[in-house]
């Protein structure tokens, strides 16, 4: 049976696009098959490159990585919008809750990992609305909420945390989509109040980590064992919060 992890977020450019491709090497690594969804694309048109496109190259210097990826889109926009709205105003349909979910129950992959856009409640269609959160809920599936570093990410994360909570979803974990080599003290603080929130940390990916050569290290070392990597979450608060305990 397959395994089916949502990534979601605390919003739009908070590094879900990143982390879905550091899940999906090192699941390829370990010699998974794995598909990778993104239900709805906006901000492209044509065949220019998506979130796919970035999914595929970080994870193209991986052995196998050719047969046993595959990659999903069901919808995309050229507005760069939330979907529903992108819908609306290019006058395309906008995506069916139910086809998603039957598109991707239909996926026989070991791990299938699902790409929403933007956060937890933007609206894929207007009429019925519906979220990655209904998707989520739907597929049964464990959530992810990758989120930013700075000033600001308190607040976004414990309300995302508490409208999966609210909605009977199972949380995985936050993953910190882009960590600074040099972190201000915001970021560094927000370490371990972000622990505070009652979910595992269970990832932090390095700023500058867009790079297909050194990918499937920085996969490894930035996710936890749950996600099949060496992330520590003590180490890495201790390394990074040592000097503002008193
Ligand atoms: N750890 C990182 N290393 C390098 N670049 C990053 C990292 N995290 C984010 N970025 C860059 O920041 C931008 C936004 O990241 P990303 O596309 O992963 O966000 P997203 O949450 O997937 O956004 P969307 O809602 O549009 O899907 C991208 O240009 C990406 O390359
Ligand atoms: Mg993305």
């Excluded at 089916?4 to 390829?28: E, F, M, P, Q, R």
């Excluded at 464990?142 to 995302?160: D, Q």
Aim: with cysteine; charged share 15%; hydrophobic share 45%.
């Amino acid at each position: 049976m397959s395994q089916i992890l949502i990534v979601s977020g605390t919003g739009t450019d908070v590094g879900k696009t990143i982390a879905t491709a550091a899940i999906a090497a090192n699941a390829l690594i370990a010699g998974k098959s794995v598909s990778v969804v993104k239900p709805g694309q906006t901000g492209v048109s044509g065949n220019e490159p998506g979130d796919l496109h970035v999914v595929a190259e970080l994870t193209s210097t991986i052995p196998g990585a050719a047969q046993r990826l595959l990659l999903h889109e069901y919808g995309r926009y050229e507005p760069a919008l939330a979907p529903a709205s992108a819908a609306r105003i290019s006058g395309a349909p906008a995506l069916a809750r139910s086809e998603v979910l039957r598109s991707i129950q239909a996926l026989t992959s070991d791990l299938i990992v699902v790409e929403g856009a933007g956060g937890l409640l933007v609206r894929y269609s207007d009429d019925p609305a519906w979220t990655i959160a209904d998707l989520a809920h739907d597929l049964n599936a464990c959530v992810l909420i990758v989120v930013h570093a700075g000033l600001g990410t308190l607040h976004h994360s414990t309300a995302t945390i508490e409208v999966a909570t609210h909605r009977g979803l199972d949380i995985a974990g936050l993953i910190i989509g882009s960590w600074p080599d040099q972190p201000d003290l915001a970021q560094r603080s927000n370490v371990a109040d972000l622990q505070r929130l009652g979910v595992p940390l269970v990832g932090a990916i390095p700023s500058g980590s867009g790079n297909a050569r050194e990918f499937e290290h920085i996969a490894r070392t930035s996710l936890h064992p749950v996600l099949l990597g060496t992330f520590n979450e003590a180490d890495f608060t201790h390394t990074h919060t040592q000097e503002l305990n008193r």
